[in-house]
Each structure stands twice: as C-alpha cells, then as structure tokens.
C-alpha cells in the first residue's frame, strides 16, 4: 500500500505545482479571467493564511501544524484496510498537503486561484491541493464509515 499512496501523492503534488506555476507564470497577483459566466473564475491571489484566511501572517505555525498533522496521518495510516478507496484517499491527502506546506516553505504563502461565486456569495478563492485534501478526507470519514480503520493488525 505505501508504494502506491506513495505513487498518489507524487501524481497530486505534481498536479498542484504545475497548476500554481502555470498560473503564477501567467497571471498578474489579483487577475481574474472568466471561465464560467456569474460561476467559476481563475483568480490568482497569495494566501498567507489557511482556509477563509485564518492564521494570516502566521505562516511558521501553519508549517508546525501541518508536519504534525502530516505525522499524525502517516502512523493513523497503519489502521486503515488495504483498498483503492484508501490508497486514494491517503494518496490525496499527502499530496494536497506537501503542495500546500511547500508553498509555505518556499513563499511564505500559498498560490490559490479557483474562484467560485454563488449568487452573491464569493467563496474563499483555493487551489487542487485543497480540492485534493478535501475529497481525500472525504473519502476517509467514508471508510471510518465503512469500518475500513479496523484493519486485522489492530484487532490483537
């Protein structure tokens, strides 16, 4: 299982910096091109904050918490059954999360640039590694669901 969680999150992580440098190459900081009339825009912005700007400007502990998160995820791993619901989902996870604490790293900030607006609501402006981070914890609350955090190692 880990080769191929391994295999996910290099094919994530690869989505997420070629999709951040295609639009940092290409769009000026606060651009926004429309995709979808009244719906979907490409908005590029930095996001020195997590989701809906919380912790902006405190970059170092985002990094904090996100390698102790990402430690946590690797032992919680070890529960979980081997199938492609999970391999996917950690695969998702991992590669959401290293695109995004790279950026951290390297920048200070995160590149975001999927901007949706509902009627009058603008949702906070993300990127494919949230996109990812999301549907693959997603698909994890589904396993817990589905008992599939029970693996026969744990039941000694």
Not at 29 to 41: P, R, Y
Not at 87 to 111: A, C, P, T
Request: glycine letters at 6%; charged letters at 20%.
């Amino acid at each position: 299982m880990k080769r191929k969680i391994l295999l996910g999150s290099i094919i994530c992580l690869f989505l997420d910096i070629l999709s951040k440098y295609l639009i940092d190459r290409f769009f000026v900081v606060m651009e926004s091109k429309t995709i979808i009339n009244k719906f979907l825009f490409i908005t590029k912005i930095y996001n020195d904050g997590a989701s809906w700007n919380i912790l902006s400007g405190n970059t170092i502990i985002l990094i904090i918490i996100t390698i102790i998160f990402l430690l946590f995820l690797l032992i919680y791993q070890k529960r979980f059954k081997i199938n492609k619901r999970n391999i996917i989902s950690f695969s998702m996870i991992y590669g959401g999360i290293i695109g995004n604490l790279l950026n951290r790293i390297i920048y200070g900030y995160v590149i975001d640039f999927i901007d949706i607006k509902l009627g009058h609501y603008n949702f906070p402006v993300f990127n494919l590694a949230d996109i990812f981070i999301v549907l693959g914890v997603l698909l994890l609350l589904y396993s817990i669901y589905k008992k599939d955090d029970e693996n026969e190692f744990n039941s000694r």
